[in-house]
């Protein structure tokens, strides 16, 4: 658990990121060591998006291409009791 105020659901609907897939994930690694759980959803990627993100995230799933529904389906997966939704392009990578 991270807080107080729950268990925190990290969900990174994704399309096509196979290039920054593996960096955007690993920024994460110090939240998922503290009990955040990832959860990509790939939205039917023709590159290997998805078996990158798989060592990288709690989960990757497969969801609709639409990127809200995407983010639906990854709330409705997810186990937390807080959400943030990120997009793999724009968060900061080193």
């Known amino acids: 658990m991270l807080c107080d105020t729950g268990r925190l ?4 609907p994704v399309l096509d990121e196979a290039a920054i897939i593996t960096a955007a994930l690993q920024a994460l690694a110090p939240l ?3 009990g955040a ?3 990509v ?3 039917g ?3 290997c998006t998805a078996a990158l993100a798989r060592p990288f995230a709690d989960r ?3 969801g609709p291409y639409n990127r809200g529904a995407a983010m639906n389906a990854g709330a409705a997966a997810a186990g937390g009791d807080v959400f943030i939704f990120l997009h793999a392009r724009m ?3 080193a």
């Open 9 to 12: 659901s990290i969900v990174i």
């Open 32 to 34: 998922r060591a503290r």
């Open 37 to 39: 759980e990832v959860i």
């Open 41 to 43: 959803v790939d939205g």
């Open 45 to 47: 990627s023709s590159d």
């Open 60 to 62: 990757v799933i497969t």
């Open 91 to 93: 968060m900061p990578i």
